[in-house]
């Protein structure tokens, strides 16, 4: 499945549209991660722990967008966008969508 964040895929030609997909995952942070983040907030540098669940949760969504990309008959998901929103205190979605299609 090729994904890109562009309209088109250089080289090839869309040949067919199905429409828009997405695929998204709602993760919330531990306890022990936040005591860990409050700690190295005093010192400063990277919350590794966060960073580290916030790549997995794009992977996630990445590969929920690719079976739904998949199911419609989709060989690439073109003009991709990542975007993520509080859900509750502690809670964040990370959603990814574009547009199936397939390229010849």
Do not use: C, W
């Not at 969504?61 to 929103?85: D, H, I, P, W």
């Amino acid at each position: 499945m090729i994904l890109t964040n562009i309209e088109t895929v250089p080289g090839k030609q869309i040949v067919e549209h199905y429409g828009m997909v997405y695929g998204s995952t709602v993760r919330t942070k531990h306890m022990f991660a936040d005591i860990g983040a409050g700690i190295k907030n005093m010192f400063g540098g990277e919350l590794r722990s966060y960073t580290d669940l916030l790549e997995k949760s794009r992977q996630q969504a990445m590969k929920r967008l690719k079976n739904e990309a998949q199911k419609m008959g989709a060989n690439a998901v073109v003009n991709v966008r990542f975007t993520t929103s509080t859900i509750a205190a502690g809670a964040s979605e990370i959603l990814i969508y574009g547009t199936a299609v397939k390229v010849q």
